[in-house]
């Protein structure tokens, strides 16, 4: 399943970063067609790009 956190990754306030948002919130997102269409898979680096063709932003 490509919905886990990285080893590496920093924990916040002593716990892993996904779990900051609820159980039902993240089941919803991860079932959503367009998390599974879009962003399933996507690497730290993407995510910004996505965000950035999201809310239409430029540099």
Request: proline letters at 2%; glycine letters at 6%; charged letters at 25%.
């Amino acid at each position: 399943m490509a919905n886990r956190t990285l080893k590496d990754a920093h924990s916040v306030r002593g716990t892993n970063p996904q779990y900051l948002v609820g159980k039902i919130i993240r089941t919803r997102i991860c079932e959503s067609k367009y998390w599974k269409e879009e962003c399933f898979g996507l690497m730290a680096e993407l995510v910004v790009g996505k965000a950035m063709e999201l809310i239409n932003a430029r540099y």
